[in-house]
């Protein structure tokens, strides 16, 4: 079992950054994946960014060349820094993990952190 508490959200101008923190409850070491999803009303939640434990990450084009996901093992952290921000960018932001062991797979979410672009 995992907990993930989400912070760093909140109110940006569109081109402005934020920068999102998902600190886990233990160590971040075995688990396999951990990313960004995010959800905006009335659409479905989406994935923005996730990084492996190796540290390949992968992002959606949305994000491509806007936020970087990176992961701090000593921290138990997973950040997201998002760059020029626009309206579009508008949701809650969800950090997930996902841990795979001989019994099988985990997946775990925060509980949302809102980010608002807006002028």
């Known amino acids: 079992q995992v907990k993930l508490q989400e912070s760093g959200g909140g109110l940006a101008q569109p081109g402005e950054s934020l920068r999102l923190s998902c600190e886990a409850s233990r160590s971040i070491s075995t688990i396999n994946v951990m990313g960004w999803y995010r959800q905006a009303p009335g659409m479905q939640r989406e994935l923005v960014a996730v990084i492996r434990s190796e540290g390949k990450s992968y992002y959606a084009d949305s994000a491509k060349g806007r936020f970087t996901i990176s992961r701090d093992t000593a921290k138990n952290t997973v950040n997201l820094q998002m760059n020029s921000l626009k309206p579009e960018d508008t949701a809650v932001y969800y950090c997930?993990?996902?841990?795979?062991?001989?019994?099988?797979?985990?997946?775990?979410w925060g509980q949302g952190t809102q980010v608002t672009v807006s002028l």
């Open positions: 997930s993990a996902q841990e795979v062991d001989a019994a099988g797979e985990y997946d775990y």
